[in-house]
């Protein structure tokens, strides 16, 4: 009987272990399905808002609603792990865009256990690379490229545009100190933009991508009194609309293909598909309100464009009429022309005929100025020998009278 119960004891031993193994291999089964269960869920849904950093034991709290009315009620690294890189998994090249030049990359493979540590990593991303940044021009280049499409009614894409523009409303370049005091404020509404989906971040204000700007508006906050929370940006009140939320600004942060399929790993399929069509509705009621008033101004200008096309009729033919009064004061023109320039050929002829004439009469007077210089010298010639006729005719007088006695001539 004893050894019966000793070889008994062997199928027994034999039958435990293969429960054990049994029960084993249905433990594994029942956890792969509800890791596959659990990483449908997280792609439909999206992580928890808020959780639990990663455990040292590897098992962090995490509470997701299952199938059946279960929760989950906590979850291994590992998972979050092969689930984040299931899920980033692939290559793709961005979809351009509003960018700036040089732009930070968002993704990364490394998991996170809710949407606020996922918000968190980004920011501290986002304020690095800002930190980097040599001046105003360059933070604006960075911001641009993150807020502008975060834009949600026409006014604050407007108002992002203005800050991010180089230059002022008349066109002229901005100062220095503009240039600055609009980065920092396309900073501050980044800023506003996280604090609205995860005001813990901003507990101490030193999380802040422009902590002056923030201290600033805390600042002003406190001594608001009841008007504070005008001056503070409004947090999300339900879950629903914080997960809407981050997901729009996850969504709109950057347009890089990686980081885009991260953004869907962390909110969920549902809530990435949502983001996206509550912004092309945005943007569609954006495009609204530019064609309405485009066209009342194509109205507008085409009621100016008739008027003013008449006028150019009107002044197209009175150009006309001019133009043919000018034609018949031209055509007046070259005959008189004509006639002038018969005239000053007779004139030249006229001209030439009476040079020679000058130039015969100055020859005549030469010859008669010579003709009475001989004449002068004639008449003085004359005068000399009748000098001396009557010298010889005297001289000659008183020799008679001297010869016939006669009494010489009285003087």
Do not use: C
């Not at 709290?61 to 890189?85: C, D, I, N, Q």
């Not at 499409?149 to 066109?171: L, P």
């Not at 549902?270 to 996206?276: G, K, N, S, T, W």
């Not at 130039?359 to 210089?373: A, M, N, R, S, Y």
């Amino acid at each position: 009987m004893r050894l019966f119960g000793i070889l008994l004891i062997v199928p027994i031993l034999l039958a435990g272990g293969g429960y054990v193994y049994l029960a084993t291999q249905d433990w594994k089964g029942r956890q792969q399905i509800n890791a596959a269960g659990l990483r449908h869920l997280l792609l439909l849904q999206g992580l928890p808002v808020e959780g639990a950093d990663f455990s040292a034991d590897d098992e962090t709290p995490f509470e997701v609603p299952m199938a059946g009315g279960e929760v989950t009620s906590t979850v291994s690294k590992k998972l979050l792990e092969t689930y984040f890189r299931n899920g980033t998994a692939g290559g793709g090249a961005s979809t351009g865009g509003e960018q700036a030049p040089a732009r930070l990359s968002l993704t990364a493979n490394t998991p996170v256990t809710d949407q606020v540590g996922e918000a968190k990593r980004v920011l501290g991303l986002l304020k690095g690379e800002l930190d980097k940044a040599q001046d105003a021009a360059q933070k604006i280049a960075l911001v641009e490229g993150w807020l502008l499409i975060q834009a949600e009614t026409m006014n604050e894409r407007v108002q992002y545009q203005e800050w991010a523009s180089r230059n002022d409303k008349t066109g002229a370049p901005k100062s220095a100190e503009k240039l600055a005091a609009d980065a920092d404020s396309l900073v501050h509404a980044l800023d506003r933009k996280f604090y609205r989906v995860a005001p813990n971040l901003y507990a101490g204000g030193s999380a802040a991508l422009a902590p002056a700007k923030w201290q600033e508006m805390q600042s002003k906050a406190e001594g608001a009194g009841a008007d504070a929370a005008q001056l503070k940006p409004p947090v999300a009140t339900d879950d629903a609309d914080r997960r809407a939320r981050l997901a729009h600004l996850f969504v709109h942060l950057d347009r890089d293909a990686a980081w885009q399929r991260r953004v869907a790993v962390v909110v969920g399929l549902r809530r990435y598909v949502a983001a996206i069509t509550a912004q092309t509705i945005r943007f569609r009621e954006m495009r609204s309100q530019v064609e309405l008033p485009l066209g009342v101004d194509q109205a507008n200008f085409q009621k100016v464009q008739d008027y003013l096309l008449n006028e150019a009729r009107q002044k197209v033919n009175q150009v006309r009429v001019v133009a043919d009064e000018k034609a018949k004061l031209v055509e007046q023109k070259t005959a008189a022309d004509d006639a002038v320039s018969r005239r000053q050929t007779q004139l030249a002829s006229l001209r030439a005929q009476l040079q020679k004439v000058q130039t015969e009469v100055d020859e005549h007077l030469v010859q008669q100025t010579g003709i009475e210089k001989q004449l002068y010298e004639i008449q003085r010639e004359v005068s000399l020998t009748l000098e001396e006729v009557y010298r010889l005719e005297a001289l000659l007088t008183d020799v008679e009278r001297e010869r016939y006695g006669l009494l010489p001539r009285q003087p």
